[in-house]
């Protein structure tokens, strides 16, 4: 694990020794710890042969399933004076963003502990910073934090979990709010003691000005400074190593700013070696066409364009048509008898949840985020109420082809594969998901140009 290549402190040795324990990351040359970390157990069932994990971005769980029938979801909070604030419909489409930085999620949290962020009362939402106000961009109400996503607009997410499985007590392993942390979780189980987001460049080849800040044991937010281009070991990596085709799915926004939600640019060994032209594909919607086409991958993991995205600010409503997309794609093709689809949102974007996050570690865990599971063999109609993180989804993966645990959030998590699935039984026919857009719309959808934000 390559911690701090420039830190702004010095440790003692048994300091850092502590630290890095605490850290529990894994890099390509550390073999001992990643062995310590033991093999997983064997595969959760012969009859998953694919897995697509897709990354929509920054809704809570309350935020995005108000309302859903059997889950956790809540009508009210609390602001940080202690009065009740009525929940408010704003739509996906906002022009404006929230702050939800690892400062955003201590304010929210509003923590009783005596680290930061633990024991959360989860009332100071109303202190996170909100990017509307002004004159020329008012706020559709007082507290726009505390809101829900009109079921209108959510229609394929509600229909999608009606044939299959809601996650109400999924977490982010990473306790703040920054998309490119939570994209180095569901590749590597860790983020190499990473917090927020980088000042520059979202990964290699990294140099000054493409640092990002690094979080202490104690949750000291910065600790230090590293240069986004490291390498840790990830599950690209271990399916490298068994033979089993992958591919990630993001965007490219060329010399800009490339990458963005492309988690492996991150990744020193994979930029500069062979996967980056074989398994990094973009645009997004190029998964459907190879679906179509027969030639998806294994495992694959499908990023979105922003206007696709759910994110705040975007100006959009086509998340919800985007993944129904994804899911009828796969449902009417070859592979949907053997798929297993994992739907999360990256992180909380800073909306209210009222659910708090347990103390895993020193950067976990972050609050609730929405989680579908989608197959055949998944429940119908379930709500699962089992704890699960990042981690869950990567031990998933790691059970079904016997493959090694990556770090500590793997290790810990529980899998999907007691509690949503059902292997019982024959594979269950696939029933179409309806969407205001249909495939054609995102195989033909015009380029974005738009680089996201950088949260």
Not at 244 to 259: D, K, N, T, V
Not at 266 to 280: C, E, F, L, T
Not at 386 to 396: A, D, N, T
Request: aromatic share 14%; with cysteine.
């Amino acid at each position: 694990m390559r911690l701090f290549p420039f830190t702004v402190r010095a440790f003692a040795g048994a300091s850092l020794a502590a630290f890095l324990t605490a850290c529990g990351g894994t890099s390509m040359n550390a073999t001992p710890e990643l062995s310590a970390l033991g093999r997983s157990k064997p595969a959760t069932s012969q009859k998953i042969k694919h897995i697509v994990i897709v990354v929509q971005e920054n809704r809570s769980f309350n935020d995005l399933f108000y309302g859903y029938p059997g889950a956790k979801t809540a009508k009210w909070g609390y602001d940080s004076s202690g009065k009740r604030v009525k929940l408010f419909p704003i739509g996906l489409e906002t022009s404006w963003d929230i702050d939800h930085s690892s400062s955003s999620f201590f304010a929210a949290c509003n923590g009783t502990g005596s680290i930061p962020g633990t024991d959360c009362r989860m009332n100071g939402f109303d202190k996170e910073y909100v990017g509307c106000g002004y004159r020329s961009n008012p706020c559709p109400t007082k507290y726009p934090q505390y809101a829900y996503v009109p079921h209108q607009e959510t229609k394929p997410y509600f229909a999608i979990a009606q044939q299959y499985v809601l996650a109400d007590e999924m977490y982010a392993s990473n306790f703040d709010g920054s998309s490119f942390i939570s994209h180095q979780y569901i590749i590597a189980g860790q983020a190499e003691s990473a917090v927020n987001y980088p000042f520059g460049q979202w990964g290699c080849p990294g140099g000054s000005g493409d640092e990002v800040e690094t979080v202490g044991p104690q949750r000291q937010v910065p600790y230090g400074y590293e240069i986004v281009c490291w390498d840790p070991t990830t599950l690209g990596d271990e399916l490298d190593n068994a033979d089993i085709p992958w591919a990630y799915y993001a965007s490219s926004y060329g010399s800009r700013s490339p990458g963005i939600w492309s988690a492996y640019q991150a990744i020193k060994h994979i930029y500069y070696g062979k996967d980056w032209n074989k398994d990094i594909i973009s645009p997004p919607s190029q998964f459907l066409k190879d679906v179509q086409d027969g030639n998806m991958r294994t495992v694959s993991w499908v990023t979105p364009t922003w206007a696709d995205s759910d994110h705040a600010g975007s100006g959009s409503k086509t998340g919800p048509s985007w993944i129904a997309s994804i899911v009828n794609t796969i449902g009417q093709s070859q592979y949907w008898n053997d798929t297993a689809i994992f739907i999360f949102w990256d992180d909380y974007g800073g909306w209210y949840d009222r659910e708090p996050p347990d103390y895993a570690d020193y950067d976990g865990l972050g609050f609730r985020i929405p989680m579908l599971i989608v197959s055949p063999y998944a429940k119908q109609n379930y709500v699962s109420h089992v704890h699960y993180e990042h981690g869950s989804i990567l031990k998933f993966v790691e059970d079904q082809f016997g493959l090694q645990r990556l770090a500590a959030s793997d290790k810990r998590a529980k899998s999907p594969a007691q509690d949503a699935f059902d292997f019982s039984g024959p594979p269950r026919k696939f029933k179409k998901i309806p969407s205001t857009r249909g495939v054609d719309y995102f195989l033909h959808q015009p380029p974005d140009h738009h680089i996201p934000d950088e949260q």
